[in-house]
């Protein structure tokens, strides 16, 4: 355990480097660029690009595909056969991307005759972006066998060093776009699409000449019958994230169709907010993930699933450490941050935060059925939950009800159904104990969640709206989370188990500068 747990201490510390300095200018970008390209332009980009955007989540499961076969043939020790999983990711990936340009192409004509509701003067703008955004997506899914490859080593100083490099690239675009004078939104997303370009090109001159198996020969190193469990487990995986994507991107339709760009800049807003916290956890499954896949490689199951349902716990806390005092000082800090800040925006990063502080207390078992691999039924049950919001919303909007009601039927139907899918078949598969998860996950980080949000909400009615209220609630709910963290949250072992990662730490910090 304590190898293991150096390990993701070590891959972290490189990963969350990069997230500090990502956060603060990230959140500085979309200030800049909502200042420069207005509500509506952005609410535009915002449908737009989302669009084009959802389909990186289709990126995303294949990465988890690619990722997933390559710790599994490390952790049975099968050099060869790395070689071959990379082949084929790269055949899934240029024929996937193929698709998706014919695919995205047909969808144009009929997002902008039938769809979008966009004023008629930024048309030809929209179009733009949304072409520009093709370009992105295509070079995103090209990148994605490499992506797999450096996640999959465990080689996070590098992730760190190219999101880094991204992060300041995508500053120096916020500061053209506020500046420029050719039309901003045009200009925004073909700067967006070059540095797409950019990173693909980058990677993929880094995987060839860093790792062995990354070699381009298909006919030498082609398995058929792997093909066909990579595109079989690519494919079920599949089935869950479309019917996330479509749920997600259809939730933004429908705020579109019924009340206008303006709900959507306040839901771009939101998830901007709520990506940038996420980063926190995000950054933990990032470096726990190819461990759990080697695990499941070695066939040690009992281990798996004590690493994910820590992980689980772990990174919904790490989030919320976050976002608790963020959530309650929503008002002010958004007013400091945005200026002008779009109808619905507080509200809408509020449900949104708290829809994914429960999403992250299944997403470290998640991972466990992932690397299992016997995914097909949990695809389809998981797909029937994520997509039920859309038309449960769809309806309550059709008859009056406030947009509130986006988040909630979203929390109800995602979150807490979907997750319990997600304990069910961990329980199936990996041998999770679902009275164990409950009483050592759920539970204890419910209990947290109360006791930090209470004690910050006493400054926050008793002081007035100020950057002394802020961080006083920000003071209170670290004391509170931390003393709730050590007594409360963890088990007797996790708790032994943080005090020799944090004693070897230390050693090694005293080592390194006596």
């Given at each position: 355990?304590?190898?293991?747990?150096?390990?993701?201490?070590?891959?972290?510390?490189?990963?969350?480097?990069?997230?500090?300095?990502?956060?603060?200018?990230?959140?500085?970008?979309?200030?800049?660029?909502?200042?420069?390209?207005?509500?509506?332009?952005?609410?535009?980009?915002?449908?737009?690009?989302?669009?084009?955007?959802?389909?990186?989540?289709?990126?995303?499961?294949?990465?988890?595909?690619?990722?997933?076969?390559?710790?599994?043939?490390?952790?049975?020790?099968?050099?060869?056969?790395?070689?071959?999983?990379?082949?084929?990711?790269?055949?899934?990936?240029?024929?996937?991307?193929?698709?998706?340009?014919?695919?995205?192409?047909?969808?144009?004509?009929?997002?902008?005759?039938?769809?979008?509701?966009?004023?008629?003067?930024?048309?030809?703008?929209?179009?733009?972006?949304?072409?520009?955004?093709?370009?992105?997506?295509?070079?995103?899914?090209?990148?994605?066998?490499?992506?797999?490859?450096?996640?999959?080593?465990?080689?996070?100083?590098?992730?760190?060093?190219?999101?880094?490099?991204?992060?300041?690239?995508?500053?120096?675009?916020?500061?053209?776009?506020?500046?420029?004078?050719?039309?901003?939104?045009?200009?925004?997303?073909?700067?967006?699409?070059?540095?797409?370009?950019?990173?693909?090109?980058?990677?993929?001159?880094?995987c060839q000449r860093k790792y062995e198996e990354c070699i381009i020969n298909p006919r030498k190193y082609i398995d058929k019958?792997?093909?066909?469990?990579?595109?079989?487990?690519?494919?079920?995986?599949?089935?869950?994230?479309?019917?996330?994507?479509?749920?997600?991107?259809?939730?933004?339709?429908?705020?579109?169709?019924?009340?206008?760009?303006?709900?959507?800049?306040?839901?771009?807003?939101?998830?901007?907010?709520?990506?940038?916290?996420?980063?926190?956890?995000?950054?933990?499954?990032?470096?726990?993930?190819?461990?759990?896949?080697?695990?499941?490689?070695?066939?040690?199951?009992?281990?798996?699933?004590?690493?994910?349902?820590?992980?689980?716990?772990?990174?919904?806390?790490?989030?919320a450490f976050f976002a608790i005092p963020f959530m309650i000082e929503a008002p002010w800090i958004m007013q400091i941050w945005?200026?002008?800040?779009?109808?619905?925006?507080?509200?809408?990063?509020?449900?949104?935060?708290?829809?994914?502080?429960?999403?992250?207390?299944?997403?470290?078992?998640?991972?466990?059925?992932?690397?299992?691999?016997?995914?097909?039924?949990?695809?389809?049950?998981?797909?029937?939950?994520?997509?039920?919001?859309?038309?449960?919303?769809?309806?309550?909007?059709?008859?009056?009800?406030?947009?509130?009601?986006?988040?909630?039927?979203?929390?109800?139907?995602?979150?807490?159904?979907?997750?319990?899918?997600?304990?069910?078949?961990?329980?199936?598969?990996?041998?999770?104990?679902?009275?164990?998860?409950?009483?050592?996950?759920?539970?204890?980080?419910?209990?947290?969640?109360?006791?930090?949000?209470?004690?910050?909400?006493?400054?926050?009615?008793?002081?007035?709206?100020?950057?002394?209220?802020?961080?006083?609630?920000?003071?209170?709910?670290?004391?509170?989370?931390l003393f709730s963290f050590w007594t409360i949250a963890i088990t007797p072992k996790e708790r032994n188990d943080l005090k020799?990662?944090?004693?070897?730490?230390?050693?090694?910090?005293?080592?390194?500068?006596?």
């Open positions: 355990m304590s190898s293991t747990a150096n390990r993701v201490i070590k891959n972290s510390g490189y990963l969350y480097a990069n997230m500090g300095f990502s956060m603060f200018v990230s959140l500085y970008s979309t200030r800049l660029i909502l200042n420069a390209l207005g509500t509506s332009d952005f609410g535009i980009f915002a449908i737009v690009g989302g669009a084009i955007g959802m389909l990186g989540f289709i990126g995303g499961a294949m990465n988890v595909s690619t990722q997933r076969f390559i710790n599994y043939a490390e952790g049975a020790n099968k050099k060869e056969t790395q070689k071959s999983i990379f082949n084929i990711s790269i055949i899934i990936h240029s024929i996937l991307s193929f698709i998706f340009l014919i695919v995205l192409e047909i969808a144009f004509y009929i997002f902008f005759n039938n769809i979008l509701n966009i004023p008629q003067e930024r048309v030809y703008a929209a179009k733009c972006i949304y072409q520009f955004m093709v370009l992105s997506t295509i070079m995103t899914i090209l990148t994605v066998p490499y992506n797999a490859i450096v996640t999959a080593h465990e080689n996070m100083l590098y992730y760190a060093k190219i999101g880094f490099l991204q992060t300041f690239l995508k500053l120096c675009i916020a500061l053209f776009i506020t500046y420029t004078m050719y039309d901003k939104l045009i200009m925004y997303g073909l700067l967006m699409a070059i540095l797409s370009i950019t990173v693909m090109i980058i990677m993929r001159i880094y019958q792997l093909m066909k469990k990579m595109i079989k487990f690519a494919g079920w995986n599949m089935i869950t994230t479309s019917s996330s994507m479509i749920s997600m991107y259809g939730m933004g339709l429908i705020l579109n169709n019924i009340f206008g760009t303006i709900l959507n800049a306040a839901q771009g807003i939101a998830n901007q907010i709520s990506g940038q916290l996420m980063v926190f956890s995000n950054t933990m499954l990032s470096a726990v993930n190819p461990i759990i896949g080697k695990k499941a490689g070695e066939g040690n199951y009992k281990s798996l699933v004590e690493t994910a349902q820590t992980t689980s716990k772990m990174s919904s806390l790490l989030l945005l200026k002008n800040v779009p109808e619905w925006a507080i509200l809408f990063c509020r449900l949104e935060i708290l829809r994914n502080i429960i999403d992250q207390l299944v997403n470290g078992i998640n991972g466990a059925i992932n690397a299992d691999g016997r995914i097909y039924r949990y695809s389809i049950f998981r797909s029937i939950f994520n997509f039920i919001p859309l038309p449960i919303t769809f309806y309550l909007f059709s008859i009056g009800f406030s947009p509130i009601w986006l988040y909630i039927v979203w929390i109800i139907c995602w979150s807490i159904l979907g997750g319990s899918v997600t304990i069910f078949f961990c329980h199936k598969n990996c041998g999770l104990n679902i009275y164990e998860y409950y009483k050592n996950v759920l539970l204890k980080s419910v209990t947290l969640f109360l006791i930090v949000g209470s004690s910050g909400l006493i400054p926050h009615y008793i002081m007035h709206s100020s950057l002394t209220r802020t961080i006083s609630v920000c003071l209170t709910t670290s004391i509170a989370f020799n990662v944090l004693s070897t730490f230390r050693k090694k910090i005293y080592q390194k500068y006596k």
